[in-house]
């Protein structure tokens, strides 16, 4: 069964200090994994996808890595408005049914 | 360019009663997907429609729960009866096709069951 894991559950930051999400995945072969942002009453906004291990992606102050067995986000010289929860999904190979984690929620203090 | 539209954003019933969520995707998405999200979880696929076919339901609850995509644009999403334990977010999200496209998801309708 494919499986996410996230973490920590929980990040608070302060105004430029810099940290990584973890997600750690099991899928029957990876076709991707994604990032996605959600605000609090809110869907999920579609940050990312990386395909292969080795991939890398950049938007602001945001850069998701992918290796065989995780990926990390990581996010440099954050704002108070990067708090948010950050979720990974993994889609298998032969579906299109994202496997989301729980979420990692990220408070940036100013 | 619009985004995945949904309604209602809120509701509240009481258990047994039944209710209907209803979603609108981006304009030319063939796939469209229900996700339900309880709450410190992440979301979780109920249903994957492809144009007017149902490609996956296999974690769809078929006792209560159904869905319809009627000519490959809207789609609703029923609970009949509803139990407390229905209480979630319930997502609708929309993507091009083939596979690997990323999914746009909609702002959700909070169902709280009493």
């Known amino acids: 069964e494919d499986q996410v894991t996230q973490s920590p559950e929980a990040l608070r930051l302060q105004e430029g200090e810099s940290s990584s999400l973890n997600c750690s995945y099991t899928?029957?072969?990876?076709?991707?994994l994604f990032w996605y942002r959600q605000d609090p009453g809110k869907g999920p906004e579609f940050l990312f996808t990386?395909?292969?291990a080795g991939e890398e992606k950049e938007k602001e102050r945001l850069k998701a890595t992918l290796t065989k067995k995780e990926s990390f986000l990581h996010i440099t010289a954050p704002k108070p408005e990067d708090s948010a929860t950050y979720l990974c999904?993994?889609?298998?190979?032969?579906?299109?049914?994202?496997?989301f984690g729980k979420g990692t929620k990220l408070t940036v203090n100013p | 360019e619009a985004g995945v539209a949904q309604s209602p954003r809120y509701k509240i019933i009481e258990k047994r009663q039944s209710v209907a969520f209803w979603c609108n995707p981006i304009?030319?998405?063939?796939?469209l997907y229900w996700y339900q999200q309880i709450l410190g979880q992440g979301p979780k696929l109920l249903i994957q429609?492809?144009?007017?076919?149902?490609?996956?339901d296999s974690q769809l609850p078929k006792d209560r729960f159904s869905a319809e995509r009627l000519k490959g644009v809207d789609s609703t999403l029923k609970i009949q009866p509803a139990k407390l334990e229905d209480s979630a977010v319930y997502l609708c999200?929309?993507?091009?096709?083939?596979?690997?496209?990323?999914?746009?998801f909609g702002p959700g309708t909070r169902l709280t069951v009493t």
């Open positions: 999200a929309s993507s091009q096709t083939p596979a690997g496209y990323e999914q746009y």
């Open positions: 899928v029957s072969g990876l076709r991707g």
């Open positions: 990386l395909y292969s």
């Open positions: 999904a993994v889609q298998a190979s032969g579906s299109e049914k994202l496997v």
């Open positions: 304009s030319g998405h063939a796939t």
């Open positions: 429609f492809q144009n007017n076919g149902v490609v996956d």
